[in-house]
């Protein structure tokens, strides 16, 4: 089993700050890496698929990077809504796994 | 519009069963492998089971292997979880959701029920 570790745990920042959240695979999951942000009591939004490819409709401010195993989201300026949690997924093997999440909190 | 309404949820003793249900509507639910994620109160997402479009492939979690079923019927566009012998650790809000591609190992998760809880308690 792939395991997906994301850091940091908690990230404080302000409006109109750059956020960087990263998450790291105990292996290679080659670019099969995918990112979602979650609210409070709403389902998980797809934001990221494939390590760099922003699903339909989502803003130009997120960008995702990285390869191997080791993989970036980046919210170039922070918006209020924007403040969440954030998961990473591989769909490189099976099982699929999730990372623990990274909630990124209004300083 | 894309829409995944998930039922069957509710509360059941420890070795009990329950079988959810999802009813996919604006898309053509045959041409794509649907999952099934889980999350515990308070906690991260888990993946639990998936299924190709044609319904010949599944997969499961270690955790849920041998006493979870996912199935689909295409003619009632549907999706479904047969959970047999739940435990307290299954307690959780159970959703579906659509990959991202058709025909296609493509399994990322571009649409999300609200999902429909399932609480394993005596």
């Known amino acids: 089993e792939i395991v997906l570790t994301q850091s940091p745990a908690t990230l404080s920042l302000s409006p109109g700050e750059r956020a960087t959240l990263s998450c790291r695979a105990s292996?290679?999951?080659?670019?099969?890496l995918v990112w979602y942000q979650q609210k409070p009591g709403q389902a998980p939004r797809l934001l990221i698929y494939?390590?760099?490819n922003r699903a339909t409709g989502i803003p130009a401010r997120f960008s995702g990077s990285g390869s191997g195993t080791d993989f970036t989201l980046t919210i170039s300026s922070l918006e209020p809504e924007d403040f969440a949690v954030y998961y990473c997924q591989h769909r490189s093997s099976w099982p699929l796994t999730f990372g623990g999440g990274t909630k990124v909190e209004i300083k | 519009e894309v829409q995944l309404l998930e039922s069957g949820g509710g509360l059941v003793q420890p070795g009990g069963s329950l079988r959810l249900s999802c009813a996919a509507s604006g898309f053509t639910f045959s041409s794509y492998a649907m999952s099934w994620v889980r999350q515990a109160p308070g906690k991260g997402l888990e993946w639990v089971s998936s299924i190709g479009d044609s319904g010949t492939s599944t997969y499961y979690a270690d955790s849920v292997k041998g006493r979870f079923t996912i199935s689909r019927d295409t003619f009632k566009n549907t999706l479904y979880l047969q959970m047999n012998s739940l435990r307290a650790d299954d307690t959780a809000l159970y959703y579906c959701a659509k990959v991202g591609r058709s025909y296609g190992d493509y399994f990322y998760f571009d649409c999300w029920g609200q999902g429909t809880p399932v609480t394993v308690s005596s």
């Open positions: 494939d390590t760099s």
């Open positions: 292996q290679s999951v080659s670019r099969y």
